[in-house]
C-alpha cells in the first residue's frame, strides 16, 4: 500500500485567497478542536507556528491545520495510494464546508492528484503520472482545456510515447489557481498553519518550523531549504556544526534557545552579575551604618 501527502481545503467563501491575503490569524482554538475530532484518544503534540507553503510536509503522524473565516486547511499524511475520488468520508465532513477539495501528490510514483466536491458530491477528480492516467472522474473543466490540448507539454515528452500531452502536477497547479485563486509554492502566498504530532511524541517547546526537504504538493524543495543548502554549502564546516533548521536564514526562523550554563558564561551576563555585586554590597553597607545610627539614639 502506497502513501501519500495529501491536503485539504474546505472553502465557504467565494473568494478562499482573502482571509490569508488580509493577514488573519489561524485559530488555534479551531485546529485544536479538530485535531481532537480526527484523533479523540490522542493528546496531539504542538510543532509550532510556520508557512505551509515554505515547510516540509506533513510526515509520518504529523497534522497541519490552518483556519479563517470561511477557509480551513488540512495537510497531512494517507497511507494509500493517490485515488481522490476513494477519499474516507471523515475527511469529506471534517469541516462543514459547501465545496471540498483535495490535492495529493506522492513523491515515490510522481503521482499528482486533485478533486472537488460540492455539498457532498463529487464534482471532478484526476490523477496521474507523466506516462499514465489512474483516474479521470467527472467532465474536464474549462481551465483544463489548454492542458489537454498539448499547450503545456511536459519536458522530454517527445520520448515518452506513453506520454500525457501535460504534466499532471503542472495540472494540480492550475487547479489550485482556479479555485483558491493562488499556488501552494514557497514563493507565492504565506500560509501559516499550526503543526501537531499525534504519535506520542513529546512537544515541541523551541517552536522551530519542521525541517528536512518540502514536497508541499509537486515534489519540490521550498525556497527556505534550497536558500538554506546554498548558504551551508559555502560556509565553513565549523559554523554548520549543530544547525538543522532549513529556515536559518529565513525571516521565519524562531530566535534558539541559550542554555543556562551558556548564559551564565556570557561576557556580558558576567559583568551585569559583578554590577549586581556591587549594588548589593553598597545597600548593604547602607543598611548597617543606619542600624547602627538608630542603636546609638537609644
Do not use: C, K
Not at 14 to 36: E, M, T, V, Y
Not at 246 to 272: F, H, K, M, N, W
Amino acid at each position: 500500500m502506497g502513501h501519500h501527502v495529501a491536503t485539504f481545503w474546505y472553502v465557504g467563501t467565494d473568494d478562499p485567497s482573502a482571509p490569508i491575503r488580509s493577514g488573519h490569524p489561524s485559530d488555534p482554538g479551531f485546529a485544536r478542536r479538530l485535531l481532537s475530532r480526527l484523533h479523540p484518544t490522542v493528546t496531539p503534540a504542538s510543532l509550532g507556528m510556520f508557512p505551509l507553503n515554505r515547510s516540509a510536509s506533513a510526515g509520518p503522524g504529523e497534522v497541519y491545520v490552518g483556519s479563517y473565516p470561511g477557509l480551513t486547511v488540512v495537510q497531512t499524511q494517507l497511507d494509500r495510494p493517490v485515488l481522490p475520488s476513494a477519499t474516507d468520508e471523515t475527511w469529506l465532513r471534517l469541516v462543514e464546508a459547501p465545496t471540498v477539495l483535495m490535492f495529493s501528490h506522492d513523491p515515490d510514483d510522481g503521482i499528482s492528484g486533485f478533486a472537488r466536491w460540492e455539498s457532498g458530491r463529487l464534482v471532478r477528480s484526476f490523477a496521474g503520472a507523466d506516462d499514465r492516467i489512474v483516474e479521470d472522474e467527472g467532465m474536464p473543466l474549462p481551465f483544463e482545456r489548454p492542458y489537454w490540448a498539448g499547450e503545456f507539454p511536459p519536458e522530454g515528452a517527445d520520448d515518452t510515447p506513453l506520454a500525457l500531452p501535460f504534466s499532471p502536477s503542472s495540472l494540480l497547479h492550475a487547479a489550485h489557481r482556479e479555485w483558491l485563486g493562488f499556488d501552494l509554492s514557497p514563493g507565492g502566498l504565506d500560509v501559516p498553519v499550526h503543526g501537531f504530532a499525534t504519535d506520542g511524541r513529546r512537544e515541541v517547546r523551541q517552536r522551530t518550523a519542521p525541517t528536512g526537504a518540502a514536497v508541499h504538493v509537486v515534489g519540490s524543495p521550498g525556497r527556505a531549504e534550497l536558500h538554506a543548502a546554498s548558504r551551508r554549502d559555502s560556509r565553513p564546516a565549523s559554523r554548520d556544526a549543530g544547525t538543522s533548521s532549513p529556515y536559518a536564514d529565513d525571516d521565519y526562523e524562531r530566535a534558539p534557545l541559550v542554555p543556562a550554563v551558556a548564559r551564565a558564561s556570557s561576557p556580558v551576563t558576567g559583568a551585569v552579575r559583578r554590577i549586581a555585586g556591587v549594588v548589593g554590597d553598597a545597600v548593604r553597607r547602607a543598611g548597617g551604618a543606619m542600624n547602627r545610627r538608630l542603636a546609638n539614639r537609644r
